[in-house]
């Protein structure tokens, strides 16, 4: 649903709402103020103007949400006249109870002050000019409660509400940091390791080229075949990130053997061993585990200087690990944002990653991620 449209159906429920307690509260206030009557006979009698006056004053609470202002004016309007006139103080004294808290909450803070002043100071003049006994300047305390209680009451209403609203917009913040982080990892990982395995393709067809120039189109046939599948990786990816996350088959451990024939095509030769038993793991800890083992051997793709690697799967009660080793030359492994994105992703899940180099030479990459158990 559009956000306009949503607004609008907003407005109407509201609006219908404040209908609904407007005509509900209307008879209970009528009564009220006919016992009121009775209670006080040295108030003015209370006669069809009166009854006008607090019909006026409910009713103007059906606009309360739509046009507080408004709402406020009507029913400061109506009471006063009806306290001025000498009616007994009554249940009408609640519509400026709402239209006033209506105002603090919906308004901002000066536009809230001023009409709420306003209000306060047109229900005042009663005290000095009434129809009735006029209960003078001993009245003000009591008679800016019916303003200043409910406004503060609204104020605080609004503030909780904003506060509120500020905690959902920095929560909702993070998490879109959050996925923009998870598709930069994500893309990072499919071209990183297509464009690692295209460009050790590119040099073998070119050192091939003027010498043995058969072995260089197997090395350019690998190039396209290696393009198109990092392309349908992407697409696959993408279209998980648009549509959320399980929607789209996802790389997971079982592609383990095509990582490894497109990498053996880019001159780099991986032993894979598995142990224990495989289970169904749960989607996230299968990519996790799929793309650790991927930007570990495209390091070694691109900082190692072997033609060897090996890469080990190890399924325990509660756990998965994936160990990747080369005789390289050591070093940092390619640490960068790579090792860094893998990092985060095995922790992000509760795991653990370790980094570095041999002791005898080469480097070693090892992740562990917990498995909950099926049910």
């Known amino acids: 649903m559009r956000p306009a449209a949503s607004s609008r159906d907003r407005r109407r429920r509201e609006s219908a709402a404040d209908l609904a307690f407007a005509l509900v509260l209307l008879p209970l206030v009528l009564l ?3 016992l009121a009557g009775q209670v006080r006979p040295d108030a003015t009698r209370v006669d069809g103007t009166a009854l006008a006056l607090v019909t006026v004053a409910v009713l103007a609470l059906a606009a309360r949400r739509l046009l507080p202002r408004v709402t406020l004016a009507v029913v400061t309007a109506a009471v006063s006249a ?11 004294l609640l519509a400026v109870l709402v239209a006033v808290g209506t105002v603090a909450v919906r308004l901002p803070p000066r536009p809230a002050v001023v009409a709420a002043a306003a209000a306060l100071v047109v229900l005042l003049a009663h005290l000095l000019w009434s129809r009735g006994e006029r209960p003078g300047w001993f009245g003000v305390l009591p008679g800016s409660a019916w303003v200043v209680v409910p406004f503060a009451l609204g104020v605080t209403v609004r503030a909780n509400r904003e506060s509120v609203e500020r905690v959902r917009a920095e929560q909702a913040r993070r998490q879109a940091d959050e996925e923009r982080l998870r598709i930069a990892q994500e893309v990072h990982d499919v071209v990183g390791h297509g464009l690692a395995a295209i460009s050790m393709q590119a040099d073998i067809a070119l050192h091939l080229m003027p010498r043995q120039p058969e072995q260089a189109v197997t090395a350019l046939a690998a190039i396209s075949r290696t393009s198109r599948e990092a392309l349908d990786e992407l ?3 993408l279209g998980a990130v648009r549509r959320g996350a399980g929607r789209e088959p996802v790389p997971g451990l079982a592609r383990l053997d095509a990582l490894v024939g497109r990498l053996a095509g880019a001159g780099l030769r991986v032993e894979l061993r598995v142990t224990g038993e495989p289970g ?3 989607p996230p800890v ?3 585990a799929y793309r650790v083992a991927q930007e570990a051997l495209t390091n070694v793709l691109r900082h190692a200087g072997v033609d ?8 325990a009660p509660g756990e998965v690990s994936v160990e990747v080793t080369d005789a390289g030359s050591g070093g940092d492994g390619g640490a960068g944002h790579g090792l860094a ?4 992703r095995v922790a992000a899940l509760g795991g653990e990653l370790a980094a570095g ?5 080469g480097f070693r990459v090892y992740a562990r991620l917990p498995v909950e158990p099926t049910r």
């Open 32 to 34: 009220a103020t006919r």
């Open 308 to 315: 060897r690697a090996a890469v080990t799967v190890r399924h």
């Open 341 to 344: 994105g893998m990092r985060g």
């Open 235 to 237: 697409r696959v990816t």
């Open 280 to 282: 169904d793991l749960p």
């Open 82 to 92: 009806y306290l001025v006139l000498g009616y007994p103080y009554g249940p009408v």
């Open 286 to 288: 299968d990519l996790a």
């Open 357 to 361: 180099p041999l002791p005898g030479g």
